[in-house]
């Protein structure tokens, strides 16, 4: 009970079939009043599955409290490519409905992953480019939900660099550097 449903619902998006993680935690809270609780937490989780999507590594520093999820530090690895960041993961304290993520990553995963774990939006703004190998790089952004004060609102910042053809709307170029800015329906790319 000093966890109440923020806990399992925060935990419910991962999956440890491989094994369970290398965790240190550090809890501190009051046992009738779970919204007072605040968890420090590293963990080493070989095989992770994060919202259908099978890592080799995920390593992570988090500090946790009901509705707070604030990523310290986050690497992940997927086949020969892999991701290293932060993020704050807000939820409404009343109705735990979503809020806010802000995200900073650098990474050289397929983008097609952050589709599969952010969801609709991020598949949205990747949907005019095509790319022949992975792409360099480096990604912040702020996602606001349903619940956030303004609204659901998008601002993102990419700066890519690639090698081998990319398409962008079906416009061929080889061995590209650009830059794309979207805010909420507007993307500007350079």
């Given at each position: 009970s000093w966890f109440r449903d923020w806990w399992p619902n925060f935990f419910r998006q991962f999956a440890f079939p491989a094994t369970p993680p290398v965790a240190h935690a550090d809890v501190s809270g009051a046992w009738r009043d779970g919204r007072r609780s605040a968890v420090f937490l590293r963990a080493d989780a070989p095989g992770a599955v994060i919202r259908g999507v099978a890592f080799g590594q995920v390593q992570a520093r988090l500090f946790i409290r009901p509705g707070f999820y604030d990523?310290?530090?986050?690497?992940?690895?997927?086949?020969?490519?892999?991701?290293?960041?932060?993020?704050?993961?807000?939820?409404?304290?009343?109705?735990?409905?979503?809020?806010?993520?802000?995200?900073?990553?650098?990474?050289?995963?397929?983008?097609?992953?952050?589709?599969?774990?952010?969801?609709?939006?991020?598949?949205?703004?990747?949907?005019?480019?095509?790319?022949?190998?992975?792409?360099?790089?480096?990604?912040?952004?702020?996602?606001d939900g349903p619940a956030a004060p303004g609204g659901r609102h998008l601002s993102l910042q990419v700066q890519a660099r690639t090698t081998g053809e990319i398409?962008?709307?079906?416009?061929?170029?080889?061995?590209?550097?650009?830059?794309?800015?979207?805010?909420?329906?507007?993307?500007?790319?350079?």
């Open positions: 990523g310290l530090e986050v690497s992940v690895t997927h086949g020969s490519g892999a991701a290293r960041g932060t993020f704050t993961y807000t939820l409404d304290p009343e109705t735990m409905d979503w809020r806010r993520l802000d995200l900073k990553l650098d990474s050289t995963l397929d983008p097609g992953i952050a589709s599969k774990i952010v969801g609709p939006t991020v598949t949205a703004v990747l949907a005019p480019f095509k790319l022949s190998a992975p792409p360099v790089l480096k990604l912040q952004g702020r996602f398409r962008f709307h079906d416009f061929p170029m080889r061995d590209a550097s650009f830059k794309v800015d979207v805010k909420d329906d507007e993307a500007g790319a350079g």
